[in-house]
C-alpha cells in the first residue's frame, strides 16, 4: 500500500512499518525516507533471506561439483585458423598473364 497525501496530519501511518508517504507540494511530488521500524523489518527479512539449510548448502556443493566435471570435458583446443579469403590476393593464371591481341 502506498499513502499519498497533501495533508501533514497523516503522520501516524508513518509508524506503520512498510507504508512509503508520499507528499504533494504544488506540481512537486516528494517520498519521505522510511520510517526506522521500516528499515529494521527490511534488515530482518534480509537476513532470514540469506540464510540457508544444511540440505541447501549440500545440493549447492553437489550442482558446483557437477558442473567443474562438465567443464573439464567440454572445453576444445582452439586451433589456428587460415587467413581471410577476402583479404588475399588472387593468384594470376598463365593463361590471365598474356595480352589478347
Given at each position: 500500500?502506498?499513502?499519498?497525501?497533501?495533508?501533514?496530519?497523516?503522520q501516524e501511518l508513518r509508524?506503520?512499518?512498510?507504508?512509503?508517504?508520499?507528499?504533494?507540494?504544488?506540481?512537486?511530488?516528494?517520498?519521505?525516507?522510511?520510517?526506522?521500524?521500516?528499515?529494521?523489518?527490511?534488515?530482518?527479512?534480509?537476513?532470514?533471506?540469506?540464510?540457508?539449510?544444511?540440505?541447501?548448502?549440500?545440493?549447492?556443493?553437489?550442482?558446483?561439483?557437477?558442473?567443474?566435471?562438465?567443464?573439464?570435458?567440454?572445453?576444445?583446443?582452439?586451433?589456428?585458423?587460415?587467413?581471410?579469403?577476402?583479404?588475399?590476393?588472387?593468384?594470376?593464371?598463365?593463361?590471365?598473364?598474356?595480352?589478347?591481341?
Open positions: 500500500a502506498v499513502v499519498s497525501t497533501q495533508s501533514t496530519g497523516m509508524q506503520k512499518s512498510g507504508i512509503p508517504l508520499l507528499y504533494l507540494s504544488g506540481c512537486t511530488l516528494y517520498l519521505e525516507s522510511p520510517s526506522y521500524q521500516s528499515r529494521n523489518e527490511a534488515e530482518e527479512q534480509q537476513r532470514n533471506q540469506d540464510l540457508l539449510t544444511d540440505f541447501e548448502k549440500e545440493t549447492i556443493k553437489q550442482l558446483k561439483a557437477e558442473r567443474s566435471e562438465e567443464r573439464k570435458v567440454s572445453r576444445k583446443r582452439k586451433r589456428p585458423k587460415g587467413p581471410n579469403p577476402l583479404s588475399c590476393k588472387k593468384k594470376k593464371s598463365e593463361g590471365e598473364g598474356k595480352k589478347k591481341k
